[in-house]
């Protein structure tokens, strides 16, 4: 079971720290994506944390940074300069699929947290 926590709501040009727990599986055997949903549009991709490395997309490029620590068996997403287009729910899932930035790679998804930036 996967649960993504930490939203909140945030000025423009803020940071928040998201986190994303595993029970029952060591995320660090997995390719950890973070995506996001805004109202009225479709999952994006927003990064990942492979064994090769990090990855993102020019949106977030810069700003978001993912990490993991396999003693606590937790994932982190570090977001500075949010802007108010980051806003929406953000989830945490786990794949063994080279395809990691698309959602058809994940199968469980878990609840989100909310992240709202205000402008």
């Known amino acids: 079971q996967l649960q993504a926590f930490g939203g909140g709501l945030v000025q423009a040009g803020g940071s928040l720290r998201l986190s994303c727990a595993a029970s029952g599986r060591i995320l660090s055997r997995y390719t950890t994506g973070w995506f996001r949903q805004a109202p009225g549009k479709e999952r994006e991709f927003v990064t990942a944390?492979?064994?090769?490395?990090?990855y993102y997309p020019d949106s977030v490029k810069g700003r978001f940074t993912i990490s993991r620590d396999s003693d606590k068996n937790t994932v982190y997403l570090q977001m500075n300069s949010l802007r108010p287009e980051d806003t929406a729910v953000y989830y945490c899932?786990?794949?063994?699929?080279?395809?990691?930035?698309?959602?058809?790679?994940?199968?469980?998804w878990g609840q989100g947290t909310l992240v709202t930036v205000s402008s």
């Open positions: 899932s786990i794949t063994n699929s080279g395809y990691y930035h698309n959602t058809r790679s994940y199968d469980y």
């Open positions: 944390i492979r064994l090769s490395g990090t």
